[in-house]
């Protein structure tokens, strides 16, 4: 034989001696003990900032909903976070259409800005499938809210799956802007405690 054939059989010789001493076994990676959590995910699909919450309260959809259209009740959810001066001159109900501006500050004292409110609401389905949602697409005129842009809060009520008697509540909040990165954090901070407010409030609202 030629050598270059040699040196094949020798090959395949050292090949099938490396296998029959080191057989292959495939490894399954054991699975982690603490696996990662995955990161928030704060990005919209348009690369705009976005807040979500979902939750369960304990009062009817139609409680949630009226009282979701109540301003002063509205107003009580930020405290003591924010205070929103002035908040009596606003109409005592909102409806589909309706603007009004409210100041802002910060646990009562640090000015946060004025904020244009403007509502629109919609629904679909009806009985146990009826969602309702009220959108606040208004704006900030002034202070450090002015500098988040594309302003869009989304609350949606629905019959809770599992307690129809209970609403399921959800929130969307949509920003954008040089500073909203930086603002996100304190954002969601914010909206945790307005969470947690709406849960404690819940039970009261008819």
């Not at 296998?19 to 292959?24: G, H, I, K, M, V």
Request: glycine share 6%; charged share 25%; hydrophobic share 40%.
């Amino acid at each position: 034989p030629t050598a270059p054939s040699s040196a094949r059989g020798r090959c395949r010789r050292l090949a099938s001696l490396g296998a029959a001493l080191f057989p292959y076994r495939q490894i399954t990676p054991a699975p982690l003990e603490h696996p990662p959590r995955p990161l928030l995910n704060r990005y919209c699909d348009d690369g705009h900032m976005k807040i979500e919450m979902a939750f369960e309260i304990e009062c009817t959809p139609d409680a949630a909903w009226n009282a979701l259209h109540l301003p002063r009740v509205v107003a009580e959810l930020y405290e003591p976070l924010m205070r929103m001066p002035g908040s009596d001159r606003l109409p005592e109900r909102w409806f589909d259409g309706e603007s009004g501006e409210v100041e802002l500050r910060f646990a009562g004292l640090l000015p946060a800005g004025r904020q244009v409110i403007k509502i629109r609401d919609e629904s679909h389905g009806e009985g146990p499938s009826l969602t309702r949602s009220m959108h606040d697409i208004g704006h900030a005129t002034s202070g450090p809210l002015a500098l988040l842009q594309g302003w869009h809060h989304r609350m949606t009520i629905r019959p809770s799956p599992k307690v129809p008697v209970h609403a399921l509540w959800s929130e969307r909040v949509e920003f954008h802007g040089p500073v909203a990165p930086l603002a996100w954090p304190l954002m969601r901070v914010i909206w945790q405690w307005r969470v947690r407010r709406i849960r404690e409030m819940a039970t009261n609202w008819r």
